[in-house]
């Protein structure tokens, strides 16, 4: 592999120590660790993005940098105003609401898209002094539609891609947004961008065509100025981290966990989320409410834990979501409750990884059902914990990313709460010979479809981009010719 491998994200990964070798210790999982590793094998490698502080605009000139080597971490503050209106403001009430398809949650302010603009402009003003001829450029997520352009007016050609995490929405929606051409060219200034799924991919090209012309032969868009590579990345988990320990009880679901402690040995359900609006934990509620009530034989048989990550905890609609699940869990067990018996237990925590696998073994059901979700993780973590002698069964939303992926699990209309409650219903009652046969097909794609695969993929296609894809008038040829033009 040639060059260094530098990625943008909004923010930095948070509490990164370092070992006694001096390299990341980072915590396992997610993406960040899949980043991190697909940067160790390019020696010198960085990693951009907000630190999480605070500054006057006087002060905005304080970049951290980290003493970890590979990847350094470059670590830029925002003002308070910034934080307002670009990340709480565009980015959490356009972008998100709008990419997930909540059309009604949009406010649009038009001196929040321009903070937006300014942001990535600074971003890329301060990333550009960083940057060497053979770097690869990786920028991450909806914050940063603009940077490639932003890079590219500053002189920088190198090779750049772009990978969304949520949804890419349909061009009804994508129109919605102040500059919607405008933002396709800027995001055509990426050689290479990745989507979870084909569906959003199938988007993202119409709204180009449409927008600006384009043409498409099945992995190349092409309008008069540029050519861009597209393509198809599930995002994906490390299934070691979530196996189940080896020498594994190879008999029934384990019984003496905490979460069988807190119901009482019944049958458990579970469900795993950020508490957001798009996750869909009200509506689920309802159809578990829904299930108890038509299927009486479960009663007192049957309990359902929400675990519910806090996040976004500023934003108003975190607290308005957060009332609204503890409201109607108490409605509903105030309705169902017997004695001896409780129908629904929320969780309002986070829990180490660990921790949480051995919860997703515990589950009879694990209950996925966002109201939209580019991909969802928690699906692949349930399949990837589930012992292989009796696995637990994965109930999963058609909106969600995951379903293309995982097309063996039991896939529900998350908005009709019957649908919800019958596919309850049926993984309850199913017998050990089918879970093991969807649970076999489940866990297979979920190794396929590995984070490490899923990084490796990515950057093998954009090494795969060629550079006379981006014709350029002026292209660096040493460090010091950026160095010289702006200062870190
Ligand atoms: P998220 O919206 O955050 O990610 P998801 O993919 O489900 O959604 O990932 C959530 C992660 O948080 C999982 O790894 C899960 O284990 C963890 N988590 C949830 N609740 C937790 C708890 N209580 N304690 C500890 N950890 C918890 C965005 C997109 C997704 C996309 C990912 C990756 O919205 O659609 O799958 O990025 O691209």
């Known amino acids: 592999m040639t060059g260094r491998l530098v990625v943008v994200s909004n923010r930095l990964p948070a509490n990164v120590a370092t070992n006694k070798a001096g390299e990341p210790d980072i915590p396992a999982g997610g993406l960040a660790s899949a980043i991190f590793s697909a ?21 905005l000139g304080r970049i951290t940098r980290s003493s970890l080597q590979n990847p350094e971490l470059v670590g830029i503050p925002l003002t308070q105003g910034e934080v307002d209106d670009y ?87 994508w129109q919605l947004l102040p500059d919607p051409r405008g933002f396709l060219e800027a995001l055509l200034e990426y050689d290479l961008v990745g989507f979870h799924v084909q569906g959003y991919l199938d988007n993202y090209v119409y709204c180009c065509r449409r927008q600006l012309g384009a043409r498409w032969d099945g992995s190349l868009l092409s309008t008069r100025k540029r050519v861009q590579r597209a393509g198809v990345y599930p995002v994906g988990i490390n299934p070691e981290e979530f196996a189940p320990p080896e020498g594994a009880s190879a008999g029934n679901r384990p019984r003496r966990g905490v979460l069988a402690k807190v119901v009482r040995g019944r049958r458990l359900i579970l469900g795993v989320d950020r508490l957001d609006y798009t996750k869909g934990i009200p509506d689920r509620i309802r159809a578990y409410e829904h299930f108890i009530r038509e299927h009486s034989e479960w009663r007192k048989k049957v309990s359902f834990i929400q675990i519910a990550a806090p996040s976004r905890t500023a934003a108003a609609h975190y607290q308005e979501e957060k009332r609204k699940v503890e409201a109607l869990v108490g409605r509903v067990n105030g309705a169902l409750v017997g004695p001896d018996w409780v129908p629904t237990y929320i969780l309002s925590r986070t ?138």
């Open 39 to 59: 940067m160790r094998s390019r020696p010198g490698s960085l990693w951009l993005g907000w630190n999480g502080k605070v500054e006057s605009r006087d002060r």
């Open 87 to 173: 990340y709480h403001g565009f980015c959490n009430m356009v972008l998100w609401p709008l990419f997930h398809s909540f059309q009604a949650r949009v406010h649009i302010d038009l001196k929040e898209e321009e903070t937006y603009r300014r942001v990535q402009t600074r971003f890329a003003e301060k990333l550009l002094p960083f940057l060497r001829p053979g770097d690869r450029v990786w920028v991450h997520d909806y914050h940063m539609f603009l940077l490639a352009k932003e890079l590219r007016r500053l002189g920088w050609a190198g090779k750049t891609g772009f990978f969304l995490h949520i949804p890419f929405p349909s061009h009804d929606l």
């Open 351 to 488: 829990f180490p990884r660990t921790t949480l696998a051995r919860f997703y073994r515990e589950a009879d059901v694990g209950l996925v059902t966002p109201l939209r979700d580019g991909m969802n993780l928690v699906a692949k973590e349930f399949v990837a914990a589930q012992s292989p002698h009796s696995p637990g069964v994965l109930l999963l939303s058609r909106c969600a990313g995951a379903t293309e992926d995982l097309p063996e699990a039991i896939i529900v209309n998350p908005y009709i709460p019957e649908e919800v409650a019958e596919g309850i219903a049926r993984a309850l009652s199913m017998s050990l010979e089918e879970r093991l046969e969807r649970h076999r097909a489940l866990l297979a794609r979920v190794r396929t479809h590995s984070v490490e695969e899923w990084g490796r993929r990515f950057i093998g296609d954009l090494e795969k981009t060629s550079s006379s894809m981006t014709p350029r008038l002026f292209s660096g040829r040493h460090d010091g010719e950026f160095a010289d033009r702006l200062q870190p």
